[in-house]
């Protein structure tokens, strides 16, 4: 699945830094339309009180029904169960669980940056896990019932894909343990002033 995604330059303005429609307009070569004015069902709305821009000044703008629709379109059954239908990936299989160059970990669905590479670390769950958020602003936390216990799933703030669990089991510096899918994420390695 990793091979499909194409390699990212990690200049802001090249890969993170553009809104959701130049994102989606460069991935799929497509042109939307105007903007609508209702909602996805799929799609939660930020609250009202929520910030349109992270702290560290990315477009937390939901997508459209039309984008949204442009930005599922490729995803493959096991994407598709996990990013939309919030299942979890098997342990140990995900292509971006032994990724260890330096770079930057982004929302598979609509880019938004999410986790350094330098805050991943061997938790030896089976899955990637990090313990600082690039930023904050870029998550939503929810209680999660599901399978007879209590945790806090992780979505995306901006397209709300699901990326996985946060546990308080983790290192220092932040005693979290951010588990996530590897095909929630794809990876941007960080250039060198060999490349």
């Given at each position: 699945?990793?091979?499909?995604?194409?390699?990212?330059?990690?200049?802001?303005?090249?890969?993170?830094?553009?809104?959701?429609?130049?994102?989606?307009?460069?991935?799929?070569?497509?042109?939307?339309?105007?903007?609508?004015?209702?909602?996805?069902?799929?799609?939660?709305?930020?609250?009202?009180?929520?910030?349109?821009?992270?702290?560290?000044?990315?477009?937390?703008?939901?997508?459209?029904?039309?984008?949204?629709?442009?930005?599922?379109?490729?995803?493959?059954?096991?994407?598709?169960?996990?990013?939309?239908?919030?299942?979890?990936?098997?342990?140990?299989?995900?292509?971006?669980?032994?990724?260890?160059?330096?770079?930057?970990?982004?929302?598979?669905?609509?880019?938004?940056?999410?986790?350094?590479?330098?805050?991943?670390?061997?938790?030896?769950?089976?899955?990637?896990?990090?313990?600082?958020?690039?930023?904050?602003?870029?998550?939503?936390?929810?209680?999660?019932?599901?399978?007879?216990?209590?945790?806090?799933?992780?979505?995306?703030?901006?397209?709300?894909?699901?990326?996985?669990?946060?546990?308080?089991?983790?290192?220092a510096p932040t005693g979290l343990r951010y588990c996530l899918n590897s095909v929630s994420l794809k990876?941007?390695?960080?250039?060198?002033?060999?490349?």
């Amino acid at each position: 699945m990793g091979s499909r995604i194409p390699k990212l330059s990690l200049a802001p303005e090249r890969c993170f830094g553009a809104s959701l429609r130049t994102i989606v307009n460069q991935a799929h070569g497509t042109r939307l339309g105007k903007r609508q004015e209702e909602s996805s069902s799929m799609t939660k709305q930020p609250a009202q009180d929520s910030p349109t821009r992270s702290a560290s000044g990315y477009d937390l703008t939901p997508p459209t029904d039309a984008e949204k629709a442009v930005l599922t379109a490729d995803l493959d059954a096991e994407e598709r169960r996990v990013i939309l239908a919030h299942g979890t990936e098997r342990p140990f299989c995900g292509g971006l669980l032994e990724e260890k160059r330096e770079g930057m970990f982004a929302c598979r669905l609509c880019g938004l940056p999410l986790f350094r590479s330098g805050s991943k670390f061997e938790s030896g769950t089976g899955w990637p896990s990090f313990h600082t958020p690039f930023d904050p602003d870029h998550l939503r936390y929810l209680r999660d019932g599901s399978h007879g216990m209590v945790r806090t799933e992780i979505r995306c703030r901006r397209c709300d894909g699901h990326l996985g669990h946060v546990f308080e089991d983790g290192p220092a510096p932040t005693g979290l343990r951010y588990c996530l899918n590897s095909v929630s994420l794809k990876f941007a390695e960080q250039p060198t002033d060999n490349q």
